[in-house]
């Protein structure tokens, strides 16, 4: 049975984003709690345990890549989403390696953040060792990465040569990434 996303804490400066997501995910029966700052969202929960935490990785006083591994520690349980407007493999695995459990770009759609949440919710944590581990990181940086593709694909128009630039790598490489993936 779906282990099902009762609370959440969304951290981000942009106030209108910040307001809709919490309204959406409120609507969906999501107890869904607000912080303009990494330093807010570290004390809200620090206060109060949240099922989600979604934060955003480009912040004026403090990215939130920074915040991760204490954000780990406050709530080891918790699902970490970090959300980007400039998804890029780096930071993907960057996020990962620091406490993420995934990183999706913006602007994020309500139900398929629950989605992701509840899927990474209901995997089972395992060491950092040991195939199981390996496997799961894996395929969630191929997710990862498939999103990060799609989204320089949509900024550039569809337009190849364009979102290879965009993320930093040879125009070749990504047509092998998008044969391989099937993006």
Request: glycine content about 8%; cysteine-free.
């Amino acid at each position: 049975m779906a282990q099902r996303i009762a609370t959440a804490l969304v951290v981000d400066d942009d106030d209108a984003f910040r307001m809709t997501l919490q309204g959406a995910l409120r609507r969906r029966g999501v107890l869904a709690r607000t912080a303009a700052t990494v330093d807010e969202g570290i004390l809200a929960l620090e206060y109060e345990p949240a099922d989600l935490v979604v934060i955003d990785y480009r912040m004026p006083r403090g990215d939130g890549l920074s915040a991760l591994a204490r954000l780990r520690q406050i709530q080891p349980d918790a699902v970490i989403v970090m959300l980007t407007g400039y998804g890029d493999i780096p930071l993907a695995v960057a996020a990962v390696r620091e406490g993420a459990d995934t990183l999706l770009t913006k602007p994020v759609d309500a139900d398929r953040l629950l989605r992701e949440a509840t899927a990474l919710r209901e995997r089972p944590r395992s060491s950092a060792s040991g195939p199981t581990s390996q496997q799961s990181a894996s395929l969630n940086l191929d997710e990862m990465e498939r999103e990060t593709i799609r989204a320089a694909l949509k900024q550039s128009g569809g337009v190849v040569a364009s979102a290879a630039r965009l993320l930093g790598i040879d125009r070749r490489t990504l047509q092998r990434k998008l044969k391989k993936i099937g993006v």
